[in-house]
C-alpha cells in the first residue's frame, strides 16, 4: 500500500518525477467506463500526457483519501476530489502493484463498479 499511497500523493501533487519513480513503464490507466473520454491510457507517456491534458483544463485537484484498503492482487483507494468551480465527488480506484511499481489502475465513479470488478459486493 505504501506504493500506492506515494504514487497517489504524486499525483495530487502534481509531481510527475516523483509518481514515475512508482509507475511501471507499461503502465495501464483504464478510465471509468462512463468516463466521457473512456479509455485505456497506456505507458508512461500516454500517461503522462493523460495528466497534462487534464490538469490543463481542470486544475490540479485537491483530494482527501476517505479510506485504502489491501484487497491482496489490488489496493482500494476511495476518496473525494475537488475541483474549482465544480462539486466534489467521489472517485474509487484500484490499483495493482508488481514488483514494487504501479501497473495498473482503474478508476470509477461509482463504489458498487469498483468492489464488482474485484469480485466484492460489500465495502471492504
Same mark, same amino acid.
Given at each position: 500500500?505504501?506504493?500506492?499511497?506515494?504514487?497517489?500523493?504524486?499525483?495530487?501533487?502534481?509531481? +510527475?518525477?516523483?509518481?514515475?519513480?512508482?509507475?511501471?513503464?507499461?503502465?495501464?490507466? $483504464?478510465?471509468?467506463?462512463?468516463?466521457?473520454?473512456?479509455?485505456?491510457?497506456?505507458?508512461?507517456?500516454?500517461? $503522462? /500526457?493523460?495528466?497534462? $491534458?487534464?490538469?490543463?483544463?481542470?486544475?490540479?485537484?485537491?483530494?482527501?483519501? /476517505?479510506?485504502?484498503?489491501?484487497?491482496?492482487? /489490488? +489496493?482500494?483507494?476511495?476518496?473525494?476530489?475537488?475541483?474549482?468551480?465544480?462539486?466534489?465527488? $467521489?472517485?474509487?480506484?484500484?490499483?495493482?502493484? +508488481?514488483?514494487?511499481?504501479?501497473?495498473?489502475?482503474?478508476?470509477?465513479?461509482?463504489?458498487?463498479?469498483?468492489?464488482?470488478?474485484?469480485?466484492?459486493?460489500?465495502?471492504?
Amino acid at each position: 500500500m505504501e506504493v500506492v499511497r506515494g504514487c497517489f500523493d504524486a499525483w495530487i501533487r502534481g509531481d +510527475v518525477d516523483a509518481m514515475f519513480a512508482l509507475i511501471d513503464p507499461d503502465i495501464e490507466w $483504464h478510465h471509468d467506463p462512463d468516463d466521457p473520454e473512456a479509455s485505456v491510457t497506456r505507458g508512461r507517456t500516454e500517461v $503522462h /500526457e493523460m495528466m497534462t $491534458h487534464r490538469w490543463a483544463y481542470l486544475g490540479s485537484p485537491d483530494f482527501d483519501v /476517505e479510506s485504502i484498503e489491501d484487497l491482496g492482487d /489490488e +489496493v482500494f483507494l476511495d476518496g473525494r476530489y475537488y475541483l474549482q468551480g465544480v462539486e466534489s465527488s $467521489h472517485l474509487y480506484t484500484l490499483w495493482r502493484v +508488481v514488483n514494487g511499481k504501479v501497473a495498473r489502475v482503474r478508476a470509477f465513479w461509482h463504489r458498487d463498479q469498483a468492489l464488482q470488478a474485484v469480485g466484492l459486493e460489500q465495502a471492504p
